[in-house]
């Protein structure tokens, strides 16, 4: 131990910024360095106050960071501190600061601290925020993503933190799970595509991650998404080629990209809990995948596998079953009795040392390579945080996201008009955010306001369309307001904007996915009134509305747009974005009826035995624009797949508005040893049309594209005819030998 100090110490004094030798490291480390290490406790834990209960400003605590650094020897931080929201950089970084010269003198390495910054730099404040997940997968635009992820990177760095707990990569198929906000969508493909994107934005492109990235953090490590209620954090029932079919493609393919961390599920898969679970944590995750970094859990979720899962009759069985699957860091987070147990497990035998230190070592590796083993010097600057660039591409993605599923002729809205936009929304910068929005729940709209950079709709009707005239009556509940009446008789055309109350996890479960009969009544009223009527959604998941759909004259979905969406919105009903966004899931006509897009030959039968049962409301990759788009029959290069077979065809924009259009490239397997599908979609890309002119998309096929997870849970290709077909739907044949 001491010379461990002297070591650092030595370090400090030379001022080196040299690389360590993370095996001398950890042969100078004591287990109980060492299990600290493998230890994440919560920020309210260091902070006056106490546990989920901080004081105001915050202010670090000296006892508690003895007990932390001193005592225990605890090698990362997360979280903003629960109850207390965003922080000014300036904040983050005096706190950090703070908690890195505690440690230090405590002779400990420096801290790694994590962070959910899942759509911009979500708890700093004034930073960049951008639409949730499931609005950046609806651009179809992997370089926004991309991006946004960038800019989520810079503006987390600028406050001092270097690891960020972003992508989800469940599947957002499960349309009343609490955090299907959080996903890139239903479908594997369009899923893997944008996390590899914000895995390569958070990150960067180089081997190293440089001071102006972070690690990117996988979540939640496998089938989390898929629990059968649909409530979190209860069980997803998987057969392993389930799993292997849907769920791991995004995942595998984020891994061998580089991503340096996972989070694991806090679920169970068919009775496992996958804290507990070797054959995910090690056997498919280490030994199949190759995966070399950092293995965390989620919130608590050793000790849940005692008091939730109770697969384990104490804490400590509960630690062993853990570390044993493979657990490399706890997110404890809120006490030190991981550290004892540990400990007590290693020293009387349980767990060997060598299990610990392969742990830890991952654990260095990655400190190492956020430069934190060297005391770099950390004089940067960000000068770029919320800069206009920032915004800019902040507003972009809000723009591409915005996705038009009906318009009867009334929009674009034309000017020197009167309009009413009336609901919920009008005046709330939590409903656009939703949950991850300077507090957990993102249910402040306060902390939104103070802490924010948006606009409410009301303000950015009045900004952004000065030759409209909107009036935006404040809402006082579903029940037409005089403020109501009189803004609808004098608009020519009405626009309601209906939210959902922000959530997330098990706050955010809800006990269907209907609107409440105060809501359809609501949008029942405003139809009387006769005017053209125009809905906006900002919903965390599609919520049914088969029953007010025939009652509007056009329908946006807007997902939750973040603090620019507003702008984005405004600019979108009067003609100066042209909407592209496409749905990245199915949207279900009835709350009975959630059926995927991708789904078997056997969910087409209906009850008359006729094979329509397939009715969304919206099919998944729909969406309307203010142009027209004619797509030409596909052409396949070959109708017999070598190595590669192209598809391509030509689309012209066929209207009088430049505008993106989404190329989308399906493929059906005729006949397979495994039941195939009714389609998957196998290429995508959004391309820009100017008004009256033609593009040609080209996609390469190849047989990685047309596989399938066989019988024995192998991903093959298997020989036969398949279909192939895009926007157009003209089908052509392929044969695979
Ligand atoms: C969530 C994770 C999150 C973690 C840290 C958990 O409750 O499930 O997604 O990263 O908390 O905030």
Redesign the pocket.
């Known amino acids: 131990m001491k010379s461990f100090v002297r070591l650092f110490i030595c370090l400090l004094i030379a001022g080196h910024a040299q690389a360590q030798s993370i095996d001398s490291l950890l042969a100078r480390m004591s287990l109980i360095e060492k299990v600290g290490q493998m230890t994440q406790i919560d920020l309210s834990v260091l902070v006056k106050g106490g546990y989920c209960n901080p004081v105001e400003p915050l202010a670090l605590d000296e006892a508690a960071l003895a007990t932390a650094f001193g005592k225990y020897r605890v090698g990362s931080v997360?979280?903003c501190a629960c109850g207390s929201g965003s922080k000014s950089p300036a904040t983050w970084n005096f706190l950090i600061d703070g908690i890195q010269a505690s440690a230090q003198s405590h002779g400990l390495m420096p801290i790694l601290y994590?962070?959910?910054a899942i759509h911009g730099t979500t708890y700093s404040s004034k930073g960049t925020l951008f639409p949730q997940p499931l609005g950046q997968a609806a651009t179809w635009n992997t370089a926004l993503v991309e991006r946004g992820a960038e800019i989520t990177a810079y503006e987390t760095r600028a406050s001092g933190i270097p690891w960020n707990?972003s992508p989800?990569l469940d599947l957002g198929r499960q349309p009343l799970w609490s955090r299907m906000f959080?996903t890139y969508g239903e479908d594997v493909h369009l899923c893997t595509q944008m996390g590899l994107a914000a895995v390569k934005g958070y990150q960067g492109a180089s081997e190293q991650i440089d001071d102006l990235h972070v690690a990117a953090?996988l979540?939640?490590f496998l089938g989390y998404s898929a629990s059968l209620s649909g409530k979190d954090r209860t069980p997803a029932y998987l057969a392993e080629r389930d799993w292997r079919d849907l769920y791991l493609p995004p995942f595998e393919a984020a891994i061998r990209a580089g991503a340096r961390t996972i989070?694991v599920n806090?679920g169970e898969i068919s009775g496992i809990p996958v804290h507990a679970n070797p054959r995910i944590l090690n056997d498919l995750l280490r030994e199949e995948l190759g995966f070399k970094g950092v293995v965390v859990t989620?919130?608590e979720d050793i000790y849940k596998l005692h008091i939730n899962h109770r697969v384990a009759p104490d804490f400590r069985e509960a630690v062993k079953l853990a570390i044993l699957a493979g657990v490399d860091m706890s997110?404890t987070p809120n006490d030190f009795r991981f550290n004892d147990l540990l400990i007590d497990l290693v020293q009387s035998g349980e767990i060997s040392e060598d299990r610990i230190d392969a742990s830890v070592k991952r654990i260095l590796e990655l400190k190492q390579e956020l430069g934190l083993l060297e005391h770099r010097e950390q004089n940067l600057k960000f000068p770029f945080y919320a800069s206009a660039d920032f915004k800019s591409a902040a507003l972009q993605t809000a723009r591409e996201s915005l996705t038009l599923l009906k318009n009867e002729g009334t929009l674009p809205l034309a000017p020197n008009q009167s309009y009413a936009i009336l609901g919920p929304v009008n005046h709330s910068l939590t409903l656009i955010n939703g949950a991850w929005t300077h507090t957990?729940l993102g249910r402040d709209e306060a902390a939104a306001q103070e802490h924010g950079l948006g606009m409410t709709l009301a303000q950015a009707a009045e900004t952004y369309a000065p030759q409209h005239r909107f009036s935006s009556p404040f809402f006082k509940g579903y029940t037409l307001s005089k403020e109501d009446r009189k803004a609808i008789k004098k608009a020519s055309s009405v626009v309601v904007c209906l939210g959902e109350e922000p959530g997330t996890?098990v706050p955010g479960n809800t006990q269907s996915l209907e609107l409440s009969r105060a809501e359809i009544d609501y949008i029942k009223a405003v139809a009387a009134c006769g005017k053209p009527l125009t809905l906006v959604l900002f919903f965390n998941r599609p919520r049914i509305i088969s029953e007010i759909e025939p009652l509007a004259t056009a329908i946006v979905y807007a997902y939750l747009p973040g603090d620019h969406g507003p702008q984005a919105l405004i600019e979108t009903l009067i003609g100066e974005n042209n909407p592209s966004g496409r749905l990245p899931f199915t949207y279900p006509q009835s709350a009975g009826s959630v059926v995927h897009y991708d789904r078997k030959h056997t969910e087409d039968f209906h009850s008359d035995y006729s094979t329509n049962a397939y009715q969304p409301q919206y099919d998944f990759g729909f969406g309307l624009s203010y142009t027209t788009f004619e797509h030409a029959h596909l052409l396949l290069s070959d109708d017999r797949l070598s190595d590669t077979v192209y598809a391509y065809w030509t689309i012209q924009n066929s209207g009088t508005m430049d505008g993106y259009e989404v190329a989308q490239l399906y493929m059906q397997d005729l006949y397979a040893s495994v039941t195939p599908s009714v389609r998957k979609l196998i290429a995508f890309e959004k391309v820009f049309i100017p008004a009256g002119e033609f593009r040609t998309v080209r996609f390469a096929i190849d047989r990685s594209m047309l596989s399938l997870v066989n019988a024995q849970n192998q991903r093959v290709t298997e020989s036969g005819e398949f279909e192939i077909w895009g926007n157009l739907g003209n089908r052509k044949r392929l044969l695979v030998p």
């Open positions: 997360l979280n994590g962070i959910d707990f989800v959080e953090c979540k939640h989070m806090s989620d919130w997110m957990w996890e």
